[in-house]
């Protein structure tokens, strides 16, 4: 009796393929996306005078939630509601609520331009995670940026000064999450439809957000309020579309340097709406991150355009 045995060989995974990066495209999405996330601030600071925080922020998210059936149920059908990692859309979800839920709780006492300077940090927490979640390279000149682009935060906040907001601690903190969020966002990115990715995150901040809501509560009026209302609504899922397609179309070092164009929105609409206009230490501090964000965005140029030329060859 002859046997014969044949080797079983184990076939690694595949390798996931590069992402085919439209940087052009991620500029123009991320941009526009910020300009929604300024009028959206601006809404939302305008709400909180009259209604909670907690409210606003489900408002926020349930509204958004009508908006996208409405915008991509006809063109995607019941692919809106398919993911290929559930989980991680949750995680991501939920660092998205944080970041809103801690940012509107800050927004309610401070400017809306003090806000926004702190918030520009998030690109540099991006760029410093890059190494870790996305395997991307962070050289010795990119965390010099970095530590420069904290040290202008720090300006912003001056901790210790006479007059100290500690709401802006509540900044600091929805940053890193909004951090962790796009980094989730260029991760799974190109493995998912953005207006899936954006529905997730409106059905997990509206779910998260239900438990707040019996403990203050404010009856909307109709007429302006709820023009209000909608148009927070609206501009939370066009902004976080775009935000979407933004870093999945792009490095994340390349896209982020561009939620600085936020700056000049939350000062124009804050001292419109509110007669709030930036005092001297918040543009210093501003301006150092912004030129750190610049920095970053030069370097990730560079190394982009070293990987691209060899393939060209």
Known sequence: MRFRFRAMTVNAPAPAPPPTDRILRAILAIVFSVSCF?????????LMQTYPAAEV???RYVVAFGFMLVLFLPRSGLNLFRWRNVGSQIIRGSLLFCSSFLYFHGLVHMPLASAASISLCSPLIVTALSARFLDEPVGTK?????????VGALIVVRPGATGFNWYALLIVASTVSSALYQ???????QTERPDASATMATIVGTVAAVPFLPFDWVTPVLGWDLVLFLGLGAMAAIGHYFLTIAYSQAPAAVVAPFNYTQLLGAALLGYLIFDNFPDFWTWVGAGVIVCSGLYLGHQERLRYLAMVRPNKN
């Open 57 to 59: 922020v489900w408002a």
């Open 142 to 150: 990119r965390w010099i940026a970095v530590a420069v682009g904290f």
């Open 183 to 189: 980094l989730y966002s260029r991760r799974y990115g």
């Open 38 to 46: 300024s009028v959206l601030n601006a809404i939302s600071k305008t």
